[in-house]
């Protein structure tokens, strides 16, 4: 079965600081990655996706993530964050052999302070 | 393109009472669509897997007699909440997957509060 696991359930931290949020997996098989985007009181968004090929994602809003297959790792970060990136994060994990159906982490709440 | 849409975004019923949520794809049509429900500071946990012209699929722990799907075409899945109560209170999200894609898009979630 597929796990995903974020390390940290709430950042905080100050305009233009960087960000970086942890997601790891367990599946021994070929998966694909999702990291969404939740703003308050809004549905999900997609941020970006890792199915195949480089490892280093570009999303929308200056996002991106690597996708480290020996670590199980499918981290999220942004150089400098701004007061409008205040939301709720989810890394998501699907494969085919589970369906297709995604399993989400439990989510980081960021809070960017002006 | 790939919207997905959820009717109502709120409802506000009293215990015992049933409460129909629909899902649907505008623009595209979706063999599978999937159930989520959020309660607030958590995560989206999969309730069910809604298969077009077949029986949803439950997830572990989820009563099927206690949230009925039907998918009964390739834009529509519905979610009935039967003899609602409390603790269904919470917010359900649906998903669908357009046919030969493996990436779900999100609708836009219904808020259920029973009293």
């Known amino acids: 079965a597929q796990s995903v696991s974020q390390h940290n359930h709430h950042v905080i931290l100050s305009e233009a600081a960087s960000l970086e949020l942890g997601c790891n997996y367990s599946?021994?098989?070929?998966?694909?990655l999702f990291w969404y985007v939740q703003y308050p009181g809004q549905h999900l968004q997609l941020l970006l996706k890792y199915f195949s090929g480089d490892p280093l994602v570009k999303g929308i809003k200056g996002f991106e993530a690597e996708f480290i297959k020996s670590k199980f790792s499918f981290n999220l970060r942004k150089p400098s964050v701004q007061w409008s990136d205040t939301a709720e994060y989810f890394c998501?994990?699907?494969?085919?052999?589970?369906?297709?159906?995604?399993?989400f982490g439990g989510g980081t709440r960021v809070l960017v302070k002006p | 393109g790939a919207v997905v849409s959820q009717h109502p975004s709120w409802v506000i019923c009293k215990s015992g009472t049933s409460v129909k949520i629909e899902c649907r794809s505008l623009?595209?049509?979706?063999?599978?669509m999937f159930w989520y429900r959020q309660f607030p500071k958590q995560s989206l946990m999969l309730m069910a897997t809604?298969?077009?012209?077949?029986?949803?699929?439950?997830e572990q722990g989820v009563e099927k007699d206690k949230f009925l799907i039907n998918h009964a075409s390739l834009t529509l899945s519905t979610l009935t909440v039967t003899s609602a109560h409390p603790e269904d209170s919470s917010f359900y999200i649906c998903s669908a997957c357009p046919s030969g894609f493996n990436e779900q898009f999100f609708g836009p979630g219904t808020r259920l509060t029973v009293l």
């Open positions: 623009d595209f049509q979706a063999t599978t």
């Open positions: 599946y021994g098989g070929t998966v694909n």
């Open positions: 998501a994990v699907t494969s085919k052999a589970a369906g297709n159906k995604l399993t």
């Open positions: 809604s298969n077009e012209g077949s029986k949803a699929t439950y």
